[in-house]
């Protein structure tokens, strides 16, 4: 069976092209609960933030009127790494970029840390594919 999955790195500011034409909030897990709970809604899939481990961070969103229309968790697996996880736009709000420019400020936080970004997609997801390419993040062979 082949891997359904491809994966994407970036290890440099200098390779990081950010796009700022949204404003990107940081979110609280208990904070901002009631909004992300009414997101994930959205999609069928409740969220329990008590049942995560130390590896996942708070989440980072595009909000619109009160409402998050893009969301992303970063999550630290491995040593020297987070990775961008998670990361779901509403559909009215797809193909407008708000996803590149939430990975883009997402992996520009995680490398101003000193750690490198990376990113896990299934092969049938080519819009997330061309947003971490359009922000500077190079695929990785299987």
Known sequence: MSNPFVYYRIESLNNLKRDLSFPV????WHADLTAIRRFYARFN?????????????NPMAIVRDGDIVCFAIPLSFRQGETEIGGVATIPDQRNKGCCKVLIAEMAFRILDQ????????????????????AIGMKHLPE
């Open 25 to 28: 909030s940081g979110l609280d």
């Open 114 to 133: 000193g750690k490198v970004a990376t990113l896990t997609t299934e092969k049938s997801n080519l819009p997330m594919q061309k947003a971490a390419e």
């Open 45 to 57: 899939h409740p969220i329990d933030p008590d049942k995560f481990g130390k590896e996942v961070g």
